[in-house]
């Protein structure tokens, strides 16, 4: 029997480990979800290099907890595909990212791609994002994962979750995209295909 396996990415720099909060409240709802309340102290298996820009890869499943350490390299985000997909479901950040990783491979000669459920944005294949219009800036009610960047935004009040129908990209002036990784990321130059 194969076991489902979870992870959460989390940002350290030079040792220091950001937004825990954030991540240890995910991780202890996705147990709630699956039926136990025996959650670990995350931070207790996090030991980052004390020199650089690390990605912790923590994997776990209902029985263990597993970090990785890799370096860091932002990857250049100038361009989104808009691909449908009406059924894909990714609500817990799973290893299993099949479905994510189908619609990437029809990117064309995008950076990345931006996934529309029911003619409604959701997120690209690695980060939230959020649209600015009039002083305001919203992010997709109903993303495909509720990211812990994107709930400290909207916790903050920076954020203000709402449904972006597809059509009305053109109505925004800017773009951000979020992530544990590159946080607020507004991206000045981006083109949608």
């Given at each position: 029997?194969?076991?489902?396996?979870?992870?959460?990415?989390?940002?350290?720099?030079?040792?220091?480990?950001?937004?825990?909060?954030?991540?240890?409240?995910?991780?202890?709802?996705?147990?709630?979800?699956?039926?136990?309340t025996n959650y670990k102290?995350?931070?207790?298996?996090?030991?980052?290099?004390?020199?650089?820009?690390?990605?912790?890869?923590?994997?776990?499943?209902l029985e263990s907890v597993?970090?990785?350490?890799?370096?860091?390299?932002?990857?250049?985000?100038?361009?989104?595909?808009?691909?449908?997909?009406?059924?894909?479901?990714?609500?817990?950040?799973?290893?299993?990212?099949?479905?994510?990783?189908?619609?990437?491979e029809k990117k064309e000669?995008?950076?990345?791609?931006?996934?529309?459920?029911?003619?409604?944005?959701?997120?690209?294949?690695?980060?939230?994002?959020?649209?600015?219009?009039?002083?305001?800036?919203?992010?997709?009610?109903?993303?495909?994962?509720?990211?812990?960047?994107?709930?400290?935004?909207?916790?903050?009040?920076?954020?203000?979750?709402?449904?972006?129908?597809?059509?009305?990209?053109?109505?925004?002036?800017?773009?951000?995209?979020?992530?544990?990784?590159?946080?607020?990321?507004?991206?000045?130059?981006?083109?949608?295909?």
């Amino acid at each position: 029997m194969i076991k489902t396996s979870f992870l959460e990415t989390i940002k350290a720099l030079d040792g220091e480990v950001f937004n825990i909060f954030y991540h240890q409240k995910r991780y202890e709802s996705v147990l709630h979800s699956l039926g136990t309340t025996n959650y670990k102290n995350l931070i207790e298996y996090i030991t980052p290099p004390l020199d650089g820009l690390y990605r912790c890869r923590l994997l776990y499943t209902l029985e263990s907890v597993e970090v990785r350490y890799h370096p860091y390299i932002k990857k250049e985000v100038h361009s989104l595909k808009l691909l449908h997909d009406n059924l894909i479901d990714y609500s817990k950040k799973a290893t299993n990212r099949k479905a994510i990783d189908r619609l990437y491979e029809k990117k064309e000669n995008c950076d990345d791609i931006l996934i529309i459920k029911n003619a409604l944005v959701c997120d690209t294949s690695i980060a939230n994002i959020a649209f600015y219009k009039e002083g305001i800036w919203y992010t997709p009610a109903s993303p495909l994962l509720e990211g812990t960047t994107r709930q400290r935004y909207i916790d903050k009040g920076i954020l203000i979750p709402k449904d972006i129908d597809v059509d009305t990209l053109g109505e925004y002036t800017k773009v951000a995209l979020l992530n544990a990784m590159i946080d607020f990321d507004i991206i000045t130059d981006m083109s949608f295909e």
